[in-house]
């Protein structure tokens, strides 16, 4: 499994951008970038995926470096409801998703 | 539809008592998997059915016993438990193979006493 480093903990303020960086430096060849995120007392949510191009959807976009040794999760406007741990996750889709420690978002409104 | 449920939300039990779990998935999803979550730490993988056969276990004691009678279900069943093992037990469900979407229903919160 791909090793991951995110930052603990960051704070927003309501209706500004937020950057979420994750350096994932072994990643394989075949690995996606995955993102979920874990709002307080519910279980993970899928928030995104991208292999090598940007990616956006309805809730975020996806930033992939070139080498693919890190990504960062962007939220265009965040809102007190984006407050979760989110997590960024290689994986290949042939196994299962190990979860790490995450980060920890505040919104401050 | 993207819904996992699970039942119950909460549950309490004694380390004598025999309880069961169970996660309920109706996205035709062949992969479906127990995580166990303890306070403010990411989920850990316990176990994984592919196709209604368990795949992976990852070196959980036996006082857990998972089961997947069908593809749209699966239950862990839970005897003679320790304190520790109080925990949120998150169920998830995926497509199988790339890229390996999961999704996850709410979680029990399960108290051990």
């Known amino acids: 499994d791909a090793k991951t480093t995110q930052p603990n903990s960051m704070e927003s303020n309501e209706e500004e951008p937020v950057h979420l960086p994750c350096n994932h430096s072994t990643i394989s060849g075949t690995d996606y970038i995955h993102w979920y995120r874990q709002l307080p007392s519910q279980g993970p949510e899928y928030v995104i995926h991208?292999?090598?191009s940007n990616v956006n959807n309805r809730m975020a976009s996806l930033a992939i470096a070139e080498d693919r040794k890190s990504s960062t999760l962007i939220l265009h406007r965040a809102t007190l409801r984006d407050a979760a741990v989110y997590y960024c996750i290689p994986s290949s889709g042939n196994t299962p998703l190990v979860f790490g420690k995450g980060t920890r978002l505040s919104v401050i409104a | 539809d993207t819904e996992v449920t699970q039942t119950p939300k909460h549950l309490v039990m004694g380390m004598t008592n025999k309880k069961s779990l169970k996660c309920e998935q109706h996205m035709g999803h062949r992969a479906m998997y127990w995580y166990k979550q303890k306070a403010k730490k990411p989920p850990e993988l316990m176990f994984v059915y592919s196709y209604e056969k368990l795949s992976i276990n990852e070196s959980v004691p036996s006082r857990f016993s998972p089961e997947c009678p069908n593809s749209s279900l699966l239950n862990l069943h839970l005897h003679a438990l320790q304190p520790e093992d109080s925990a949120l037990y998150l169920c998830?469900?995926?497509?199988?193979?790339?890229?390996?979407?999961?999704?996850f229903g709410p979680g029990t919160r399960l108290t051990v006493l």
């Open positions: 998830a469900s995926s497509q199988g193979g790339v890229p390996g979407t999961q999704y």
């Open positions: 991208g292999l090598t």
